[in-house]
């Protein structure tokens, strides 16, 4: 049973599954996944990865012959391809090849639009008004490397990444203009398997909460998601899914999509603390387009 449920949830997290998460109290619980922490989920991984390790020690000699398990040794070497590969992305052990699809030298100013959405387990009472915080930030795609440290992030594929730089930006409040710091944060993109699609991702971290209303972007990591496209011909592949005026255009000549959702992560016991794929809570959504030279 034990075998069964580790290649189920290994299979879940490759096909892009996540947990539902626990249920939540007020929104004083709530909080971004934070700029560091102890890697439980890596740890878990990393512990059940030796279980099956020493498992099929025990198993394989026995191949062929009387008692075999064929069905338990091929269990437990799956989960152990799985999570080697996990934590070899993790410790950044696994080749850093540049992005195929560079959205280097971009410029964008993104208006994050923070509020309830349909679908969402944020808690009841967050944004239960209907209110919404609207914060545009102006961003930059950077070509620099990025070491996250260990375990990275699971959403950009381990410990390495680019650079995304943001000087933080402001709303009006209830009293008045209020300024928000971010630390700026990272971006990858990675192939979706349709000829020329990537699936571009980046996150902001913000060292401190900020409010307006009942509603709140927690402290911590708030994670962008997008699609881009690299030599790809939007005018006749893509223009049914995504019309040329929806996108911008990098520099490099890849296309964006020029909106998103807005996600944090909120693991939990139930999935590991991460070790079978992260909990994402919707945030909201965000929309993009190129930084005017004024501003």
């Known amino acids: 049973m034990r075998r069964v449920v580790l290649l189920l949830c290994a299979v879940l ?3 892009g599954f996540h947990a539902a998460p626990p249920p939540q109290r007020p929104s004083t619980l709530l909080r971004a996944s934070p700029l560091s922490s102890i890697p439980v989920g890596s740890i878990v991984l990393g512990a059940l990865a ?7 020690v025990v198993e394989v000699p026995k191949l062929g012959g009387e008692g075999a398990d064929y069905i338990g040794t091929l269990l437990d070497a799956a989960f152990l391809g799985y999570a080697t590969k ?14 195929a699809a560079t959205v280097e030298g971009l410029e964008l100013c993104v208006s994050l639009s923070v509020g309830r959405e349909d679908g969402t387990w944020m808690p009841k009472d967050w944004a239960a008004s209907g209110a919404r915080l609207l914060l545009p930030l102006d961003v930059r795609f950077e070509d620099e490397r990025l070491d996250l440290g260990f375990p990275g992030e699971e959403a950009l594929g381990g410990r390495f990444c680019r650079r995304l730089s943001c000087d933080g930006g402001s709303f009006v409040g209830r009293d008045g203009r209020v300024e928000v710091a971010c630390a700026g944060g990272g ?4 192939p979706t398997g349709r000829p020329g699609e990537f699936a571009l991702r980046f996150f902001l971290d913000f060292p401190s909460a900020v409010a307006r209303n009942d509603v709140e972007i927690p402290a911590g990591r708030v994670f962008l998601s997008s699609a881009a496209f690299f030599d790809a011909d939007l005018d006749k592949d893509m223009a049914v899914r995504i019309p040329p005026g929806d996108v911008v255009e990098a520099p490099s000549g890849c296309k964006v999509v020029r909106s998103g ?3 944090i992560k909120q693991n939990s016991w139930k999935n590991g603390f991460g070790a079978f794929g992260d909990v994402n809570l ?3 959504r965000y929309n993009a387009d190129l930084k005017r030279e004024d501003a």
Not at 187 to 190: G, L
């Open 261 to 263: 959702g807005l996600t």
């Open 282 to 284: 919707i945030l909201g």
């Open 13 to 15: 997290q490759a096909n």
């Open 50 to 56: 030796i279980g099956s390790a020493g498992d099929l």
């Open 86 to 99: 996990t934590l070899g992305a993790q410790s950044g052990l696994l080749a850093d090849a540049a992005p």
């Open 187 to 190: 971006w990858s993109a990675a």
